[in-house]
């Protein structure tokens, strides 16, 4: 009997666990979706769950790329892990700090809600904030899904209006609590990549200030020193 309890208590600590998250280093990021991450000495592919970044020859995808680096990369973040998917990736949920790195990516234009996959409905509306204020992808004109573009389609996805109401999605579970937004940064006097602080200050600078000289080679990715993993 003793030997019985002690197995079932084993097991509810090792699903609580498993719930609340387990730590792991980033050690790379493959696109705005797609992550390598380092936990008890064994390197894991973790795939973001419920988004879609564009792929990286896709217009945005290096962008999406650099904002997920400069969120995540070389950083201890928390992984709630959900399924292993057909490729052996692990499907999951990064968070840093409090945020959920997934849905930031979708806040920040950078993600598209993965309708196909969806869990939590606040993603779609995380989606259409992002399309509304053309932030990330939603800046550009005809965005194609990336799921589309996989298949080789290159025609603009039709979507209903950013604030089309949200269909209910019973019996997927509650959502989780909304991203907080990324750290604010304004524009100034600043010019040069020694003085940015980190990648995110860069990206800021290019997109939102329009400091066009850090990025040099005109990809999309301002500085290269912080910005390429």
């Known amino acids: 009997m003793l030997k ?3 197995g079932w208590l084993c097991l509810c600590l090792a699903a609580a666990s498993w719930g609340a998250g387990q730590a792991c280093r980033v050690t790379a990021i493959h696109d705005g979706d797609t ?17 879609d970044a564009p792929e990286q020859a896709q217009p945005y995808g290096q962008r999406a790329r650099a904002a997920l680096a400069a969120r995540v990369f070389g950083r201890s973040v928390q992984l709630e892990r959900h399924e292993t998917d057909k490729y052996g990736r692990i499907v999951g949920r990064l968070w840093l700090d409090g945020v959920d790195i997934n849905l930031a990516q979708v806040q920040d234009g950078w993600a598209w809600a993965y309708r196909d996959y969806l869990k939590e409905r606040h993603y779609i509306a995380a989606e259409n904030s992002a399309r509304a204020a053309g932030r990330g992808l939603w800046a550009g004109s005809g965005p194609v899904r990336p799921q589309d573009w996989r298949r080789g389609s290159r025609r603009a996805t039709s ?3 950013p604030d089309a109401p949200v269909a209910a999605n019973p019996g997927r579970g509650a959502p989780a609590s909304p991203a907080k937004p990324a750290a604010a940064f304004q524009c100034g006097s600043k010019n040069r990549c020694s003085q940015m602080a980190n990648c995110a200050e860069a990206q800021f600078y290019l997109q939102q200030c329009g400091v066009k000289k850090l990025d040099g080679n005109h990809d999309g990715i301002p500085c290269a020193s912080l910005c390429r993993p």
């Open 35 to 51: 992550v390598k991450c380092l936990q008890n000495w064994r390197e894991l592919t973790v795939r973001l769950g419920q988004i």
């Open 4 to 6: 019985t309890i002690a």
């Open 159 to 161: 979507l209903p209006p």
